[in-house]
């Protein structure tokens, strides 16, 4: 079983079985890669939706450069202090062509009107 959930492929429940009533959960093993879709959604849903969430538009492509983007970006004014091209080779991962700086291009327009909330110190 436990190779299961290394793989990905079940959630294991360990519950606590007791006369008084129904068995109560006491813990829970998750799949990694489900841990990691939960924790993107939880980027996505509260960071991104407060600081940038003009971003969200652009959050279904490019995964990895999303999360350089949370990592090092997030407040829309910091990616303004660069030149459209300056942000493009920071945050980009990998050379996906004329379809990827267009994206990353909009991001950093977007980031130009901006109406989250900001803030020094994040994506620091």
Same mark, same amino acid.
């Given at each position: 079983?436990?190779?299961?959930?290394?793989?990905?492929?079940?959630?294991?429940?360990?519950?606590?079985?007791?006369?008084?009533?129904?068995?109560?959960?006491?813990?829970?093993?998750?799949?990694?890669?489900?841990? =990691?879709?939960?924790?993107?959604?939880?980027?996505?849903?509260?960071?991104?939706?407060?600081?940038?969430?003009?971003?969200?538009?652009?959050?279904?492509?490019?995964?990895?450069?999303?999360?350089?983007?949370?990592?090092?970006?997030?407040?829309?004014?910091?990616?303004?202090?660069?030149?459209?091209?300056?942000?493009?080779?920071?945050?980009?991962?990998?050379?996906?062509?004329?379809?990827?700086?267009?994206?990353?291009?909009?991001?950093?327009?977007?980031?130009?009107?901006?109406?989250?909330?900001? =803030?020094?110190?994040?994506?620091?």
């Amino acid at each position: 079983m436990a190779d299961l959930v290394a793989q990905g492929s079940a959630t294991i429940t360990i519950c606590r079985i007791s006369a008084e009533g129904p068995a109560q959960p006491v813990a829970v093993a998750q799949a990694p890669e489900e841990a =990691g879709a939960q924790l993107r959604v939880r980027i996505r849903n509260n960071l991104v939706a407060q600081y940038f969430p003009e971003l969200d538009l652009f959050w279904n492509n490019a995964e990895a450069e999303n999360l350089a983007i949370v990592r090092g970006y997030l407040d829309p004014a910091r990616i303004r202090q660069l030149t459209c091209e300056q942000f493009i080779a920071r945050v980009s991962t990998h050379n996906g062509g004329l379809r990827q700086q267009r994206r990353l291009r909009h991001i950093w327009e977007a980031a130009g009107n901006s109406i989250g909330c900001g =803030g020094s110190g994040v994506g620091t």
